[in-house]
């Protein structure tokens, strides 16, 4: 079959498929009208500002903007369907390039914070041996007590909790939890980390407020996750403001 989507073969194509919603004839009409998608996903792909997104991905919001534009073409309006598909595909394409450098961004600015709070929590240079191991074990147990206070990652989807109901149940409940003891610590710890956790404030901002320097923020932030494991150890009696 010819690959152009103007020669004869079109026009058969869509009154046979108008009359009977055949897929055979729908896929037929998307492969026919490949070339389209792929012309305007070029042409959009030579406007990029860089090259973070690969032509393929281009290309692929084509396609699925040529499968909602032959769903929902109506051979018996005026407007051809190169008039009617290329808002259809430019449209998908853009907003699905418009997704993926929200989630590119969402990725780097976790990505930094993990950074910012691993920085924060890493061993001294002067400790070595079983020091260090128990430095670095206390570097892992702060991040995911940290994983835990953050507000924003319980709204992100975590695929191996959402497919067990009862694990979810239990770290709902455990945040609850970590959360609630947020008011057990003293108040500067307690202050970084309602505006680090709970309001996204970065570490920066956060030393402006207290008036310190960033390393002290970095301190109190380690003492702070320190302060709250004593506290899941220890059980709610323990309190650090008495």
């Known amino acids: 079959m010819a690959q152009g989507a ?36 070029a042409r959009i792909f030579r406007l990029r500002s860089d090259n973070t997104i690969p032509f393929a991905d281009y290309l692929q919001y084509a396609r699925v903007g040529l499968v ?3 769903d929902g073409y109506d051979p018996s309006r005026e407007a051809t369907f190169e008039t009617y598909s ?32 691993a920085e924060s929590l890493k061993p001294s240079d002067n400790v070595s041996g079983d020091e260090e191991l128990e430095a670095l074990a206390g570097m892992v147990v702060g991040l995911a007590l940290g994983f835990l206070l953050d507000q924003e990652h319980e709204q992100m989807v975590d695929e191996t909790t959402e497919a067990n109901p009862y694990a ?3 770290l709902t409940e455990l945040r609850k939890v970590m959360r609630g003891m947020v008011g057990k610590l003293p108040g500067r710890e307690r202050l970084l ?12 901002a ?6 310190v320097t960033p390393g002290r923020v970095s ?24």
């Not at 956060?206 to 008036?211: D, F, G, H």
């Not at 320190?226 to 323990?238: F, K, M, N, S």
């Open 6 to 41: 103007s020669d004869d073969t079109a026009p058969m194509l869509w009154a046979e498929f108008r009359a009977t919603r055949d897929i055979r004839l729908r896929e037929r009409l998307i492969e026919h009208y490949l070339p389209l998608a792929r012309t305007t996903a």
């Open 68 to 70: 909602e534009a032959v």
């Open 86 to 117: 290329s808002y259809r595909i430019r449209g998908a394409v853009l907003n699905g390039l418009g997704n993926e450098t929200e989630i590119a961004a969402q990725r780097a600015f976790w990505r930094t914070r993990m950074q910012e709070r």
């Open 168 to 170: 979810a149940t239990a």
């Open 193 to 204: 980390v309602e505006r680090h956790y709970f309001e996204q404030r970065e570490f920066r």
């Open 206 to 211: 956060v030393a402006q407020e207290l008036a």
């Open 219 to 242: 301190q109190l932030h380690a003492q702070a996750l320190g302060h709250l494991r004593q506290l899941l150890q220890a059980g709610p009696d323990l309190d650090f403001n008495v």
